[in-house]
C-alpha cells in the first residue's frame, strides 16, 4: 500500500457557486455546502519537514488527518487525471523528488438547517448534482483515498 498524505486545501467553490448548488439542493433538506480542496500526495519515502513545508506552499494548502464522513469528489478511480500529471511534474521540477504523485480532490460536507451534516440516504440523493459520474468517483470517506493510485 502507498504510502499517502492528506493536505487540506482552499475552498473549493465561490459564494456564487455554493449560493446556487444549495438553491438546487434545498428540496433535498441542504441548507448549507462546505467544499474544500485535499490534495493526496503519494510518497516513495518519507518527506523531510522543509519539503513537506515547501509542498504546503506551493498547493496553497496544510497538512490534514483524513476525515471520516466527508464526502469526496476525485478523479475517476484507476485514471491519472490531467491535473495530477500537470502538478506531479511541477512538485518533481522544483526539487521534491519524493513525491510519487499528486491527486486532488473536493471534500464537501451538506448541512442541515442546523449546522449539522445531512443523513447518508439525504447525501447519496446530492450525489447527482455533485459529481459527473462518467469521470468522477465519490468516496465516502477520505482514508479510502489512497484507492486513487
Known sequence: ??????????????????????????????AGVMAEYRYFVELAAPLAEADLAF??????????????????????LGTVSPWSSKATDIAKNCGLADVARIEHGIAYRLLDG????????????????????????????????VRLF
Open 114 to 145: 442546523k449546522g449539522r451534516a445531512l443523513s447518508a440516504a439525504r447525501t447519496a440523493r446530492a450525489l447527482l448534482h455533485l459529481h459527473d459520474r462518467t469521470t468522477e468517483s465519490v468516496l465516502a470517506d477520505e482514508s479510502e483515498a
Open 1 to 30: 500500500m502507498p504510502q499517502v498524505i492528506v493536505l487540506r486545501g482552499q475552498p473549493a467553490l465561490s459564494e456564487f457557486r455554493i449560493d446556487k448548488l444549495v438553491a438546487k439542493l434545498r428540496p433535498l433538506g441542504v
Open 55 to 76: 509542498l504546503c506552499e506551493l498547493l496553497q494548502a496544510e497538512p490534514h488527518r483524513p476525515a471520516a464522513r466527508a464526502l469526496l469528489v476525485t478523479p475517476r
